[in-house]
């Protein structure tokens, strides 16, 4: 592959400030190495953009430097900024944007910021041996002492905020006995414990004066009696249940019944649970209980039907949201075995039961109404109905099945039938072997002059048909041509037409509506002219120019061509075009793409353009920005 040559504007350094670079055009000098591009084609603008003069770059073991060089008039020393060999990250150090005092420091923030300061500040400074202070020390910031310190005495902190520990990870023990009140100094903002460090017993002699109790139940052997209400806050966090398999007392629903074990919820035996809308509740249980013994919810304690929405199962646990739609009584129990478990109140108005209901009064449903199912249900109605029967969709909705069909139908007025399918229908006035006509005011007729014996079609009378034979799938005539021709002017051919001779269009346009036209001719000649009914080329010019114009929108209808301008001499390629008397005029000339470019000119024919792998070269050709 002949690799493209690429020359930079080059010349002396002496001569940069005569010569006149175009904007964005790049020169070298060739004696200093001093690279420039122009700014706006003014010589006294060109922008200096770097030299090797003012840079050392990395090597395996060095880092790179900047140069900051000495006037040119008095020689080639430098001040050199370099980075160390290895770093362990980036570095950025910001300098001071004013100038420092005298005798003033550069200090560093810690970030890279520095500044200019006369008094410095020893951030985490560690003193390794005494520290001996011969007066009073005043302490405006942190103290930190690593060892153990021993107050001997009455120790007093005045003015501030006493902090004692870290709560995640130190201790405070408390020898000697409070005697003075434990007050917050804000109300309702501090807590005593958290929600995974709880204290363990509170012993008051006196009132707990408390806002709200929020704890994991209350247990009474009797009755919870007077509150005014029950009040249960939304929570988005699940209530867990502990749950564990023991065998089955007294104390069970379902002592004597079904399997000998039960379910243990919390060291309560199968209690029946009051739930509340819109939280969620996990049943957790023992890997090996949960094998043998799956904790799953019902709509009937005899499991008949199981209850599987907004519940999850796992290996450990069973858990179940409630929401509005949940059934307002469930039932847990294990699938393996028979009432093990017992109630959920769900506390939701869903009718959702798996038993007979009886409305002894009146039933007003509103909304949709499903009704059994077709394959296994049966609905009975005993009653009469007394109001019509109406589909929710007109055309939509039948009465009975291809395979299960009603009986008899009994109308006493008018049958509104759009279609009509029946197995067999008998008109008394037709007569066998006549074709059967729409006749006056839609009613079925029938005419002798017109049979069919269900091979020959008969027609008694006269048809309009001239000169024509229809025999089979072919139309001959008996004699001359066949000219179709329609009354609008147009000959449809529904199917495919071939035509075995030559096929000659006469008009002044050809119109082809297809998807794709497909031609094997291997050749396409256009711009012929009509010489006594054959085309040749033409013998003069004819001021046209002969192309392709495509058709295509964007914003607006437009036109593309690709086309011999018979103006210029030219093939022309063009997004945007006019047409005038068969004269192209572009208004925009069209992008071109194409896999590879080569040109044959006054170097002769090569390659310019080429692709290999991923890349594409520019080769055959130099690119020369000249001299200076």
Known sequence: MAAPVLQFKRGQHANVGVASFKAGEPGFTTDKYDFYIGLDGTHTNQKFLGSSRYWLREAASTGSAVRVVEGSGNGDNYIELKSPASLAGNLTYTLPGTQGAANSIIENDGSGNLTFTNTPTFTGATVTGDLAVGGGTSITGDLYVGGTSEFIGVVTFRGGTVRLGDGDTDNIVVGGEFASHLVPDQDGTFDLGTTTKEWRNLFLDGTAEVDGINNSGVTTTTALKGYSYLQAPHSASTQNYTVTVAAKTAAHRYNGSGSSNGYVIDGVESPTLTLTPGKTYRF??????????????YLDAAKTYAYTTNVTTAATYAEITITDTTPAILHYQCSAHSLMGNTLVCNTNAVHTPHAATFEAGLNAKGDVDLGDATSDTITATGRFDSDLIPSTDGARDLGSSALEWQDLFIDGTANIDSLAADSAAVADLTSGRVVLAGTSGELEDSAN??????????????????????????????????????????????????????????????????????????????????????????????????????????????????????????????????????LTASSYADVEFKGLFINDCAGQSQVISCTGTERFLENITVDGGSF
């Open 284 to 297: 957790t249980l023992s890997s090996s209980d949960m094998t043998s013994h799956p904790f799953r919810f």
């Open 450 to 583: 017109l049979t069919f014996d269900g091979t020959t079609l008969a027609v008694t009378g006269n048809a309009t048909v001239d000169n024509v034979r229809i025999d089979g799938n072919e139309i001959d005539t008996t004699s001359g041509g066949l000219t179709l021709d329609s009354t609008s002017g147009t000959v449809t051919v529904d199917d495919n037409l071939t035509v075995n001779g030559t096929f000659t269009v006469l008009g002044t346009q050809s119109i082809i509506n297809t998807e794709t036209l497909k031609v094997e001719d291997s050749l396409i000649e256009i711009g012929l002219v009509n010489s006594g009914g054959s085309l040749v080329a033409p013998t003069s010019d004819a001021n046209i120019d002969v192309g392709v114009i495509l058709h295509y929108y964007s914003g607006s209808a437009k036109k593309a061509a690709m086309y011999w301008d018979d103006s210029v001499s030219r093939l022309v390629f063009a997004d945007e075009t006019s047409e005038n008397t068969s004269v």
